[in-house]
């Protein structure tokens, strides 16, 4: 159980277009999902909390503008990243919150390519 | 704000040996709950082992056990008999309960399971 499902595993595009990955919970109902980004060997950096039926939370100096978070239902959350630009290059996990304890179950990743 | 530090940047282990990663924590709840999760080559994360600071005993989950020392914010996470699908970053991660429910990641510790 807890399976996180993400979508695309792989996108490059052109500078300036926008893109959409999904995030889905294929075996739970997720109320809070998160969107992090994660550079080379690095640690996750959280973006933003998700929230079925309301506004992202974002973090601090995160452009909410720039990453359009979308939680459309109990299953489902979307982040677009519009007008890319190659430093918007990065990978890009989802995760779900699931039961009491606050555990997060992951998404295998979008690795997001902006030429 | 709560704080996590992995000291250790890498690791590396013959297999079949133990190894102990150490994880440290800064944080003013007396309620929260700390992971550990493993990020392979394929950068999945995956939950390895969950502790309640509530719960005295440490967690085990087969060959993967934690040493929680509540008192002075440790929690060091060992493994036995290492294996080379082993091989991964390891973050050390907390969440407080109630709250906000974010994960705070430490930076990770890059473990090599050598043959």
Known sequence: GAVVSQHP?????????????????????????FWYRQFPKKSLMLMATSNEGSKATYEQGVEKDKFLINHASLTLSTLTVTSAHPEDSSFYICSARWGLRNEQFFGP???LTVL | AQTVTQSQPEMSVQEAETVTLSCTYDTSENNYYLFWYKQPPSRQMILVIRQEAYKQQNATENRFSVNFQKAAKSFSLKISDSQLGDTAMYFCAFTAQGGSEKLVFGKGTKLTVNP
């Open chain 1, 9 to 33: 595993s792989r996108v490059i595009c052109k500078s300036g277009t926008s893109v959409k990955i999904e995030c889905r919970s294929l075996d739970f109902q997720a109320t809070t999902m």
């Open chain 1, 109 to 111: 990743g979008t690795r």
